[in-house]
């Protein structure tokens, strides 16, 4: 996906301004490096990019997440359709919210461990015109989201980086937005306080974690997850493949049954259900959709098992963070498989 060396992508010259005033130097010239806040940056590709170890854990999760966002054929069609109709429901309509612009009339946005820039195309792509993107990811993912930029005609700006040492001054940028990201680091609490640092005053911080599920899934999800942690991605891929036509099989018979009462011991609700959704919320997880292909099915399988770090958290955590953080909540969302918030930072 990345470009050779004679034609390697350069940011539009209003991003590489606006961003060259964010991080207080001018941008070096490719194959050039620049001093950040403590952080070496040196210019690839057109991106800037941060130099410096990550730990295995984190390693790994990067490694994972950049095989599978290179595969675009496995998102770019229904899943795309499903995630902007998902994210629309979590967050709202935030393109037309009247916060959007409340503290700049050109807003930074911070994209946030941005992967290939799927969920903030999805979300904020008619009014990317009017804002200033910055997409951050600590994985090559970055070079594909700065390509669906590109094609698009959008303007942006790019960089690959740690979350947790992003090397931006704080109180920077007036929108935080990371979209299953937080729980992909070694630790949450501390990613939240880390993208909490640069944002504004009055800014908007938001973001999507994992919640717990029921003592047998949560089992069967760590499980899996260690068994894959010995394999390539491409290994893990293939491995994923048989779980992916269970669950396919599981949907395809659409059959549903009555759970007559709750189960306490394994946090089963009582109630009609789908046999499929069933297994998926209290067994493991077999992703099922009649719109989508085996191939797309076995990518969103993919991306829960395989990064190391996949961390499930409480809706009571989240909040004792986001009041620790001074973030204000002003929208939650829960759902059986996260919990969705938009904060403004007090």
């Known amino acids: 996906m990345s470009p050779t060396a004679s034609e390697t992508w350069r940011a539009p010259p209003e991003a590489r301004a606006w961003l060259a005033e964010l991080l207080g130097v001018p941008l070096p010239e490719e ?5 950040v806040q403590g952080c070496r940056l040196t210019m690839r590709e057109g991106i800037l990019r941060a130099g410096g170890a990550v730990s295995s854990a984190q ?4 490694d994972a997440f950049a095989f599978k966002w290179v595969k675009r054929e496995t998102f770019e069609g229904a899943p795309l359709r499903f995630l902007t109709d998902w994210l629309r429901e979590k967050y709202g309509d935030v393109a037309a919210a009247p916060w959007l612009f409340a503290t700049s009339s050109r807003p930074i946005l911070l994209d946030a461990g941005c992967g290939a820039a799927a969920s903030a195309l ?9 804002v200033r993107y910055l997409g951050v990811d600590v994985s090559a993912a970055v070079d594909v989201a700065r390509s669906r930029f590109a094609e698009r005609g959008l303007s942006g700006a790019f960089m690959q980086a740690d979350l947790m040492r992003l090397p931006l001054p ?4 007036d929108l935080v937005f990371a979209e299953g990201v937080l729980h992909h680091t070694d630790d949450t609490r501390a990613a939240m306080a880390a993208l909490a640092r640069p944002l504004k005053p009055g800014g908007r911080f938001l973001f999507y974690v994992y919640r717990k599920k029921g003592p047998v899934r949560e089992f069967t999800d760590d499980y899996i997850r260690a068994k894959l942690q010995t394999m ?8 994923m493949m048989p779980l992916t036509k269970l669950g396919r099989a599981l949907g395809e018979l659409d059959i549903d049954i009555d759970v007559p009462e709750r189960i306490e ?19 493991l997880k077999a992703f099922y959709r009649p719109d989508f292909s085996l191939e797309e099915m076995n990518h969103i399988n993919f991306d829960w ?3 190391k770090n996949a961390h499930r958290h409480t809706p009571d955590e989240v909040r004792a963070w986001c009041d620790e953080l001074a973030l204000e909540v002003e929208r939650e969302r829960i759902e059986e498989a996260g919990i969705a918030v938009i904060a403004r930072k007090r």
Do not use: C, M, N
């Open 31 to 35: 194959g050039g490096s620049v001093d």
């Open 59 to 62: 390693a790994q999760t990067r």
């Open 122 to 130: 999805a979300l904020f792509e008619p009014v990317l015109h009017r």
């Open 170 to 173: 704080a109180q920077a940028v």
């Open 232 to 239: 390539t991605p491409a290994q893990g891929w293939q491995a």
């Open 265 to 283: 011991l394994l946090d089963i609700p009582a109630g009609r259900i789908k046999l499929q959704r069933l297994f998926y919320w209290h067994v």
């Open 305 to 307: 098992f395989a990064p």
